[in-house]
């Protein structure tokens, strides 16, 4: 019994607050912050025990101690009060990002490579000091803590932050140990085609996730049983800060604090139901703008969609607050706070079950090698490595995911974890992967041969993980195709070669590739996607149409443009773009442009063409009506039941009401019994068409409602 996993309305307060004066939490109390959260209506507190400053809000035997909690145990005053008002309590604890040690343990700290060309920025720059975890001494120093933190407390949740690398680090133990394990030096060039780069960037991985699993290990020496995890947030940036997606299977449960919108949400916690972890995920983001505001609210709209959408996919939702310097809270924020709660209370408790999804995007840790370093390629000294967010990749799967999400098709996110269940998903994405292991590709080609549907689009497969590269692509037998050059102009088009094609782009004739961008430093990104042959039994469904003069942007002088603003399509050629193979039981569709990335309303509707027309994906659940309205599913059989949600996605709250039509195929051997708006408890219009529900809903915001089933008795003889 874990009372923190079961909630699912929960508050952090951010105190990373220094002691240099002594006015900083003076008027700190955390009596005042547990009446607060029982007026938000909370179950769940986070509970800060160390912050970034490495200061501690306890008596800790080791590091530094917050000025105000030399006289006062503060965290184990505000245990009580919170579990005294009814609320869970969770321990919090920074790790990496340490002010104290920094200071008192010069030598523990991280050594950029950019420290060779003059730089010292380790992430999130400079008012932050931060530790090697390759230090023996740094990774004693956090163990005794954290020992010592369970030791006196009895927490049963332990919610770990920063466990990442804030910087290529370089120092005496990453050299040392890197030596050890691999008999190499570090490397000096970033080159993903490298082996001892690859080999590098491997070791950061593992020993960064190491490091989470030694400190985990420590906690549950102490307390056997005790929930575990560390915030998953950095798994979603590049490759500099080496943690992976995937790590958070060493966590009883996922956990991530994000601040991207609408989009990134969906994804996220699709991403973290994906990981079945033991209990369920729970969502962070900032009652503020983000981390870097601290007086500007989020609108009440916007809180209450937030906290729906982790509703809507069964999961716990956190509100950060952010302490002021002297300790005070704002009491309206918890007014406003608690008006949201009171929304989603009333919800929750329907939520379970097994989720209905047909289709999985595939999201790949090792496939986030660009956009950092000298050039947007990923190649080029370390030392110049500063870290960048996204990658080819991760635009990619937001994009498929935005039109899956807009075209209400409910979906799941895997990542290399789910390489042996991939066959439970009629259709897999495969978006712009371009660097896969050797069982990666193994899992994909097993899942096409065994009857499986993947699209896959434009450097997928290119490049092993250890950097194995031939030039082509490592599923060519599956894509039936193979690599002949690359597009090195920046814009291209495709021109379709079937009726379905041309009226999912229709009214336009050919479906634009990159984007022309003139500016000093060139006339737009290169589109570096593979110019293709097909195989002989692939079949072509969109050929290659090229501007006038390409590759080349044109120029005055050289008269090789053929608009002078833009770069309409002009040579069609006959180098095939799309094409579907046939192959073993299944069938892949391999696209050489990433249509899915762009996300323009022709973009979403070709993808969505090619997964429902091209590879047949059926889903079980869909809808009909606007696309900001999301639409989940669950299957609960327990209950007799399915439940869907619809949540509008809207930037402003929605003055009336928006109709939608549900449509859901009934499982076999059961039929519809009563469908009602759980929200309101009244019945809701429906209509059978075969096995298929249609359910007359409509949306202000939030709906859900229930699909009451009673099992259909065979007809007696
Ligand atoms: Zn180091």
């Not at 309305?9 to 105190?15: K, N, P, T, Y």
């Not at 040392?176 to 993903?192: K, S, T």
């Not at 079937?498 to 229709?506: K, P, Q």
């Amino acid at each position: 019994m874990n009372a923190y996993l079961d909630s699912r309305r929960r508050l952090l307060l951010d105190m990373h607050i220094p002691d240099w004066d002594e006015g900083f939490l003076a008027s700190y109390d955390p009596r005042e912050l547990a009446g607060l959260y029982r007026l938000a209506g909370a179950d769940g507190a986070l509970l800060y025990c160390k912050s970034h400053l490495g200061l501690n809000y306890w008596p800790s035997p080791v590091g530094g101690i917050h000025r105000v909690a030399r006289e006062r145990d503060l965290v184990g005053e505000a245990k009580s009060a919170l579990e005294g008002a009814g609320i869970a309590v969770a321990a919090y604890h920074s790790v990496i990002f340490d002010n104290w040690a920094a200071q008192h343990h010069p030598e523990w700290r991280i050594v950029p490579a950019s420290r060779a060309v003059g730089s010292e920025w380790t992430v999130l720059g400079h008012r932050y000091g931060t530790m090697c975890p390759n230090h023996p001494e740094y990774v004693k120093y956090e163990k005794a803590q954290i020992r010592a933190l369970l030791e006196r407390f009895e927490f049963d949740t332990l919610w770990l932050d920063m466990a990442f690398w804030t910087a290529v680090c370089v120092c005496e133990a990453c050299a040392d140990r890197f030596r050890g394990e691999h008999g190499l030096e570090l490397p000096a060039v970033i080159d993903w085609s490298d082996r001892v780069w690859t080999t590098f960037q491997s070791a950061r991985e593992r020993w960064i996730a190491g490091f989470a699993a030694d400190l985990m290990a420590t906690a549950r020496n102490v307390r056997p049983g005790i929930a575990l995890t560390h915030n998953l947030a950095p798994g979603l940036r590049g490759w500099f800060q080496g943690q992976r997606a995937q790590d958070a299977a060493l966590d009883d449960f996922a956990a991530g604090d994000l601040y991207g919108g609408f989009d990134e949400q969906v994804f996220v916690l699709a991403l973290m139901r994906g990981f079945r972890r033991p209990a369920r995920p729970e969502f962070m983001t900032t009652r503020t703008r983000d981390l870097f505001n601290h007086s500007s609210t989020k609108t009440e709209h916007e809180m209450l969609t937030q906290a729906f959408a982790a509703v809507a996919s069964d999961s716990a939702f956190l509100f950060i607050d952010a302490v002021d310097p002297s300790g005070r809270l704002n009491g309206e924020v918890y007014e406003r706070i608690g008006r949201v709660f009171a929304a989603t209370r009333g919800v929750e408790a329907e939520t379970g079950g097994t989720e209905i999804t047909d289709v999985a995007v595939y999201y790949s840790d090792d496939s986030r090698i660009e956009s950092t370093g000298a050039n947007a390629a990923g190649f080029g000294p370390v030392a110049e490595a500063i870290p960048g967010g996204g990658s080819h990749h991760q635009d990619a799967v937001m994009g498929a995911v935005r039109a899956l999400r807009r075209g209400h098709i409910p979906f799941s996110v895997v990542t290399r974890l789910d390489n042996d269940r991939l066959g439970e998903f009629s259709v897999i994405v495969l978006p712009d992967a371009r660097r896969l292991s050797a069982e990666d590709v193994s899992a994909f080609r097993a899942y096409v041969a065994g009857g499986g549907r993947l699209y896959a689009s434009g450097g997928s497969s290119l490049l092993l993980s250890d950097g194995t590269a031939t030039g082509d692509f490592f599923l060519a037998d599956v894509f039936g195709c193979r690599v002949i050059g690359s597009e090195d102009g920046v814009m291209a088009y495709l021109r379709p070669g079937t009726d379905g094609l041309a009226s999912a782009m229709a009214p336009e004739p050919y479906l634009p590739i990159g984007q022309r961008l003139p500016s000093p430093s060139g006339s737009g990104t290169p589109l570096g996607i593979p110019r293709i042959a097909a195989a002989g039994g692939a079949r072509v469904l969109a050929r290659i149409t090229l501007p006038f003069g390409y590759p080349s942007d044109g120029t005055l002088e050289g008269r090789d443009f053929a608009s002078i603003h833009s770069s309409p399509p002009w040579n069609d050629t006959s180098h095939a773009a799309l094409l579907v193979n046939d192959f073993g039981e299944g069938r892949a569709l391999y696209s050489s442009a990433p249509v899915e990335a762009t996300g323009s309303p022709a973009h979403e509707a070709v993808f969505l063409h090619l997964l429902n027309h091209e590879l047949g994906l059926d889903s079980r659940l869909t809808a009909v009506g606007h696309p900001e309205v999301w639409v989940t599913g669950f299957d609960q059989p327990d209950r007799g039941r399915i439940l869907v949600g619809a949540l509008r996605l809207a930037e402003d709250a929605p003055r009336a009401a928006e109709p939608m039509e549900i449509r859901i195929r009934i499982p076999a051997g059961t039929m519809v019994a009563a469908v009602r708006s759980v929200s309101s408890g009244k019945p809701c219009r429906w209509s059978m068409d075969g096995a298929v529900a249609s359910i007359d809903v409509a949306v202000t915001l939030f709906e859900m409602v229930a699909i009451e089933l009673t099992t259909v008795r065979p007809a007696a003889r």
